[in-house]
């Protein structure tokens, strides 16, 4: 497989040689994208006040996060997600979300706005679409996020629920690796952060696992982001009111039922993930697909072999080995692009020092 995925800048993504489009498949390129978000988001008076971006070796899949200044909320802002490909292992989706203002985690929630789109047919211009949309109901998405974000805060989880929550999330669901398995239990023991809420919350359970998830490769890390969310709905919150803001392609069933048509089970969408994977020649672990464990603090939880049969496309271009200039644990300028040491000082709006001063 190729390196770990890692931090980079707008500048690599936009550089990245684009594929080759067909009758059958249609590019929906980084630069698309990136223009359209910062567009809209212009327009209708967001302003972002960081962006992140990764991406795999020669950026054949990308992903970005812009935390916008909006609201009041002592816990959590609003942020707008993307994942992108070039070389056919997953189609492009998108997502209005939360951040936490005390670790910067992300939160991506199952009942928000999120879209995803294969790469045929006119899905550049539906891309374009599709983000407008979502944006324009970011308001109401982030609402329900903060009402249930309150409702996580007032929630006890006993050791033993926790437990039995977190087994199915890794042992039935398979929605965490043993790394993030090992964050969460080092989260528990040693937080790295201050959260708001009653002891043992819901919410605190949340956001070690939020931390766990940063860990997620660019391909995964929003489905798992959002069925994580949509499996403590289920487990905690089916009873307390939640509005659900309905996502797009509502039809009815001949017994005159709404069904939301992207609103796929839970099952559905892991089977639709694993099915979505390849980028390798061969059956791989799912520990290796979602991020291979890079520590083995979780000895005594030993995963089920699960192996995902990878079907090989011929026209799929090989990772190539050329370094790529970004820093696991850097940042980027949003001014000048250039990455910055961990250490480095960190000024208003993202700016590195010589920036800042300039300004």
Request: hydrophobic share 35%; aromatic share 8%; with cysteine.
């Given at each position: 497989?190729?390196?770990?995925?890692?931090?980079?800048?707008?500048?690599?993504?936009?550089?990245?040689?684009?594929p080759e489009?067909?009758?059958?498949?249609?590019?929906?390129?980084?630069?698309?994208?990136?223009?359209?978000?910062?567009?809209?988001?212009?327009?209708?008076?967001?302003?972002i006040?960081?962006?992140?971006?990764?991406?795999?070796?020669?950026?054949?899949?990308?992903?970005?996060?812009?935390?916008?200044?909006?609201?009041?909320?002592?816990?959590?802002?609003?942020?707008?997600?993307?994942?992108?490909s070039?070389?056919?292992?997953?189609?492009?989706?998108?997502?209005?979300?939360?951040?936490?203002?005390?670790?910067?985690?992300?939160?991506?929630?199952?009942?928000m706005?999120?879209?995803?789109?294969?790469?045929?047919g006119?899905?550049?211009?539906?891309?374009?679409t599709?983000?407008?949309?979502?944006?324009?109901?970011?308001?109401?998405?982030?609402?329900?996020?903060?009402?249930?974000?309150?409702?996580?805060?007032n929630?006890?989880?006993?050791?033993?629920?926790?437990?039995e929550?977190?087994?199915?999330m890794?042992?039935?669901?398979?929605?965490?690796?043993?790394?993030q398995m090992s964050?969460?239990k080092?989260?528990?023991?040693?937080?790295?952060?201050?959260?708001?809420?009653?002891?043992?919350?819901?919410?605190?359970?949340?956001?070690?696992?939020?931390v766990?998830?940063?860990k997620a490769?660019?391909?995964t890390?929003?489905?798992q982001?959002?069925l994580?969310?949509?499996?403590?709905?289920k487990?905690?919150?089916?009873?307390?009111?939640?509005?659900?803001?309905p996502v797009?392609?509502?039809?009815?069933?001949e017994?005159k039922?709404?069904v939301?048509?992207?609103?796929?089970d839970?099952?559905?969408?892991?089977k639709?993930?694993?099915?979505?994977v390849?980028?390798?020649?061969?059956?791989?672990?799912?520990?290796?697909?979602?991020?291979?464990?890079?520590?083995?603090d979780?000895?005594?939880?030993?995963?089920?072999?699960?192996?995902?049969?990878?079907?090989v496309?011929?026209?799929?271009?090989?990772?190539n080995?050329?370094?790529i200039?970004?820093?696991?644990?850097?940042?980027?300028?949003?001014?000048?692009?250039?990455?910055q040491?961990?250490?480095?000082?960190?000024n208003d709006?993202?700016?590195?020092?010589?920036?800042?001063?300039?300004?």
């Amino acid at each position: 497989m190729g390196k770990r995925p890692k931090t980079t800048t707008q500048e690599y993504l936009t550089s990245a040689p684009l594929p080759e489009q067909t009758e059958t498949y249609t590019v929906i390129s980084h630069q698309t994208v990136i223009d359209a978000t910062k567009k809209t988001l212009n327009a209708m008076g967001f302003e972002i006040e960081r962006e992140f971006y990764r991406c795999n070796e020669g950026a054949q899949i990308a992903s970005a996060v812009y935390h916008l200044k909006y609201g009041d909320d002592p816990d959590i802002g609003m942020l707008f997600a993307w994942a992108n490909s070039y070389d056919k292992s997953m189609r492009f989706k998108c997502s209005v979300g939360g951040y936490v203002h005390e670790s910067l985690v992300s939160i991506i929630a199952g009942n928000m706005g999120s879209w995803g789109r294969k790469h045929t047919g006119d899905a550049d211009d539906e891309t374009v679409t599709t983000i407008d949309t979502q944006l324009i109901n970011a308001e109401e998405y982030f609402k329900v996020l903060m009402k249930e974000k309150d409702t996580m805060k007032n929630i006890f989880v006993s050791d033993s629920k926790r437990a039995e929550v977190l087994g199915k999330m890794y042992f039935e669901h398979e929605l965490l690796t043993t790394e993030q398995m090992s964050v969460i239990k080092q989260e528990f023991n040693k937080p790295s952060h201050i959260v708001s809420g009653i002891e043992n919350s819901l919410w605190k359970m949340y956001h070690a696992i939020l931390v766990a998830l940063q860990k997620a490769h660019p391909k995964t890390w929003m489905d798992q982001q959002r069925l994580v969310h949509e499996l403590l709905q289920k487990e905690f919150l089916q009873n307390v009111g939640m509005p659900v803001i309905p996502v797009q392609n509502s039809v009815v069933t001949e017994n005159k039922q709404e069904v939301i048509a992207n609103q796929l089970d839970l099952e559905d969408v892991i089977k639709e993930i694993e099915a979505e994977v390849n980028t390798v020649s061969d059956s791989v672990l799912i520990d290796e697909i979602l991020g291979k464990p890079e520590s083995n603090d979780f000895e005594d939880l030993t995963p089920t072999d699960v192996t995902v049969e990878i079907k090989v496309e011929e026209d799929l271009a090989p990772w190539n080995d050329e370094a790529i200039t970004v820093d696991d644990s850097g940042w980027p300028c949003v001014q000048c692009g250039q990455m910055q040491d961990i250490t480095s000082v960190w000024n208003d709006g993202q700016l590195c020092s010589s920036c800042f001063n300039n300004n």
